[in-house]
């Protein structure tokens, strides 16, 4: 039976309580999205560009979620217009198209659930002193994973990443409060570099790809979606404003993340650790040396939940993706009862789990070259799906009510023009000035 949140919402007097408890109901896809990518984007990139450069890339991680907003918007649009997924819109468009995102999406799903699992078990041992190594955490963390999407689908994860998303929230912006009320521990002298180089291109064109989250992500978002809509009454209005909350507070999170490296360890003189896990325990360690040791317990909750979250999003968002392009091409589209849905979902679940497992235990030294290829196909691709996004949303057989308005079409233009430039200026990098 579907939870009339319409009313509740729209009737001025609903009592406050009232509006509070349907909001949380009708909240969902949107905060899973903003879990899924308030990952390794933000905690280590975001943080990254604040220990780096200070506050001087706020303004274009600002602009980079701004010039993006268009593309993951047209997934509300357009599953709210139509009842479908944009994985059925590629499917429309033509098989090729379908092909390239299913791929992409098989390879992305074990490869990048893989990294995460690997991430959240390093960032365990943070509250966990033990002689056990990373692996058996990870496989224990993948179990607790399956456990929970098995065993309460999509309303366990629905609930657990609203709880996730708030914690992390309060955790990370009571940490910065912290660091802000805390003795500078700047050298005087430092001289901030310049990001405006092209010693940083490679930095900076990383960072602005993968910010807020592949392109892949907004397609993951209309499975949510979808999925959301046969359980809560919700209209176009609503869907945007759950989008709007999630999206916008993915971009509010990486400027708290940015804040918080330019608060601890901009200027220090402390050289970075490259990987991902590494510069995580360094900004635990340099946090807890600055604060004190009561605060180690305060970071390592941001940077856990940061990472957790992303984790279990992932595994579900990546898996359902896999398991709808596969229906797709292998029965033409044909649709399956509930159950059937039920249990297709449920052994691509474990398929991509039992894979990522697989990469952990058979292929961990290998996983970085990896995740880089993953990084640098999502981003290659991520302005052609963007630009099929902005096609299925332009498309006259929309209904008009669910098309752009005019300034979210000129964001488009402008974003695509920013998306290909960007690619653009990669492919130049990569391949002629290194």
């Known amino acids: 039976m579907q939870r009339d949140v319409t009313l509740v919402l729209d ?58 907003y268009p593309f993951f918007r047209a997934g509300v649009q357009y599953t709210m217009g139509t009842g479908k997924t944009l994985i059925e819109g590629y499917a429309e468009m033509g098989r090729p198209y379908l092909l390239v995102f299913a791929v992409l999406a098989a390879f992305s799903a074990v490869v990048n659930v893989a990294a995460l699992l690997l991430f959240s078990a390093s960032l365990w041992l943070l509250f966990v002193p033990t002689s056990w190594a990373g692996l058996p955490w990870a496989l224990l963390i993948m179990a607790a994973c399956l456990a929970i999407l098995i065993g309460g689908h999509y309303r366990l994860l629905d609930s657990l990443s609203k709880w996730l998303m708030l914690a992390l929230t309060i955790a990370t912006c009571s940490a910065v409060a912290i660091a802000a009320g805390a003795p500078s521990i700047t050298d005087p002298n430092f001289v901030s570099p310049s990001p405006w180089t092209l010693a940083s291109l490679g930095f900076l064109v990383a960072t ?72 995580t325990h360094q900004l635990v360690s340099m946090f807890t040396s600055v604060i004190g040791d009561w605060a ?13 979250g992303s984790t279990i999003t992932a595994l579900d ?47 961990s030294s290998s996983l970085l070259g990896m995740l880089n290829f993953a990084m640098v196909a999502a981003f290659t691709t991520t302005p052609v799906f963007a630009l099929l996004n902005y096609l299925l949303v332009s498309d006259a057989r ?18 695509l023009v920013a998306l290909f430039g960007f690619l653009a200026l990669f492919i130049w990098w990569k391949f002629f000035y290194l």
Not at 296 to 308: C, D, G, K, R
Not at 398 to 408: C, D, F, K, R
Request: with cysteine.
């Open 11 to 68: 009737n001025p007097s609903s009592s406050l309580k009232q509006r509070v408890i349907k909001l949380y109901q009708l909240l969902g896809p949107g905060i899973m999205l903003a879990a899924a990518a308030v990952g390794g984007s933000h905690l280590v990139a975001s943080t990254q560009a604040g220990a780096l450069y200070g506050w001087q890339l706020v303004g274009l991680i600002l602009l980079v979620n701004l010039l993006k």
């Open 296 to 308: 180690h317990y305060l970071i390592s909750t941001v940077a856990f939940l940061t990472i957790f």
């Open 398 to 415: 929309l209904p008009a009510q669910y098309h752009s308005p005019t300034w979210v079409k000129l964001l488009s233009k402008l974003g």
């Open 317 to 363: 968002g990546y898996s359902r993706a896999v398991a709808e392009s596969h229906r797709l091409l292998c029965d033409q589209g044909v649709n399956y009862d509930p159950q059937t849905n039920a249990r297709h979902y449920s052994k691509w679940l474990l398929a991509v789990g039992l894979g990522s497992v697989a990469i952990v235990v058979s292929f």
């Open 208 to 279: 602005m790809g993968w910010m807020p989250a592949p392109i892949d992500i907004a397609a993951i978002n209309t499975l949510w979606l979808q999925r959301h809509c046969k359980t809560t009454e919700v209209n176009f209005k609503q869907a945007l404003l759950d989008f709007n909350v999630g999206y916008i507070g993915t971009a509010v999170l990486a400027v708290v993340f940015v804040a918080l490296g330019a608060l601890v360890m901009h200027g220090t003189g402390v050289v970075l650790e490259k990987s991902g896990t590494g510069f």
